[in-house]
């Protein structure tokens, strides 16, 4: 049984890290399409903060 229950709770922990990393990453993304928006960056400048190619960021600024 507790076996059981540590297991459950190292998962439970494992999903909410990664709940959080991808919360992170989407605010990141979030802020630089703001930042593109008030042409305050380039998308070019927006990608390579991103760590993705412009034309994965042009998909993002277009949504």
């Known amino acids: 049984m507790k076996v059981e229950y540590m297991t ?3 998962e439970l922990r494992r999903r909410e890290e990664k709940g959080r ?5 989407e605010g990141r993304w979030v802020t630089l399409v703001e930042l593109v928006h008030d042409g305050l960056l380039t998308v070019k400048e927006a990608a390579k903060r991103a760590g993705m190619s412009e034309e994965a960021f042009r998909k993002l600024v277009t949504r």
């Open 8 to 10: 459950f709770f190292m």
């Open 21 to 25: 990393e991808e919360g992170r990453a």
